[in-house]
T-cell receptor, first 115, second 113 residues
Framework: GAGVSQSPSNKVTEKGKDVELRCDPI?????LYWYRQSLGQGLEFLIY????????KSGLPSDRFSAERTGGSVSTLTIQRTQQEDSAVYLC?????????????FGSGTRLTVV | QKEVEQDPGPLSVPEGAIVSLNCTYS??????FMWYRQYSRKGPELLMY????GNKEDGRFTAQVDKSSKYISLFIRDSQPSDSATYLC?????????????FGAGTRLAVHP
């Protein structure tokens, strides 16, 4: 597609429920990144994919968070047993390999609210 | 201590003013320096990037990097109401075969007519 597409754009869930957030990167971008943006905070790195593998998942805050990528394209971030502190905007970005230093293109994010 | 420090503002200026946005960092391994602009309910978009110390100009925007002081700046000349957004500095360092991007907290800028 023309840009990075994320769905849903907004999600309200009850505490304790599981949620899945989807990211559809730009066609041909093999690198994919997930970030989290809380109110008043900068972007917090979560995980990096190169193709279908995740060489850097050091930012996942707990084992309730997991992510996968299939076919070198779409990625899903799953949060199990959601907590109120998980409320944030989850941003996905993609890039060509080798341009990751300055070529990230971000989606508009999924605004997650846990009530 | 955070790797990248940025004053969150908010910063309010009149139209036509010169705006100065700044970040400091602690890790000398950072190699690329970027500024992103983020409008409300949108994702960040890349505004400028630089690799070395010095200045880079693009229209009304000038990015400045001082590696010796670990300090980067973004100047906006003749600011417009359409410049009202959150500006995020970001910098990357090599990590295991890729360049990891670390962001500042973002500075919220309001330019009023």
């Amino acid at each position: 597609g023309a840009g990075v597409s994320q769905s849903p754009s907004n999600k309200v869930t009850e505490k304790g429920k599981d949620v899945e957030l989807r990211c559809d990167p730009i066609s041909g971008h093999t690198a994919l990144y997930w970030y989290r943006q809380s109110l008043g905070q900068g972007l917090e790195f979560l995980i990096y994919f190169q193709g279908n593998s995740a060489p850097d998942k050091s930012g996942l805050p707990s084992d309730r968070f997991s992510a996968e990528r299939t076919g070198g394209s779409v990625s899903t971030l799953t949060i199990q047993r959601t907590q109120q502190e998980d409320s944030a905007v989850y941003l996905c970005a993609s890039s060509y390999p080798g341009t990751g230093s300055y070529g990230y293109t971000f989606g508009s994010g999924t605004r997650l609210t846990v009530v | 201590q955070k790797e990248v420090e940025q004053d969150p503002g908010p910063l309010s200026v009149p139209e036509g003013a010169i705006v100065s946005l700044n970040c400091t960092y602690s890790n000398s391994a950072f190699q690329y320096f970027m500024w992103y602009r983020q409008y409300s309910r949108k994702g960040p978009e890349l505004l400028m990037y630089t690799y070395s110390s010095g200045n880079k100009e693009d229209g009304r925007f000038t990015a400045q990097v001082d590696k010796s002081s670990k300090y980067i700046s973004l100047f906006i000349r003749d600011s417009q109401p359409s410049d009202s957004a959150t500006y995020l500095c970001a910098m990357s360092r090599p990590l295991g075969g890729y360049n990891k991007l670390i962001f500042g907290a973002g500075t919220r800028l309001a330019v009023h007519p």
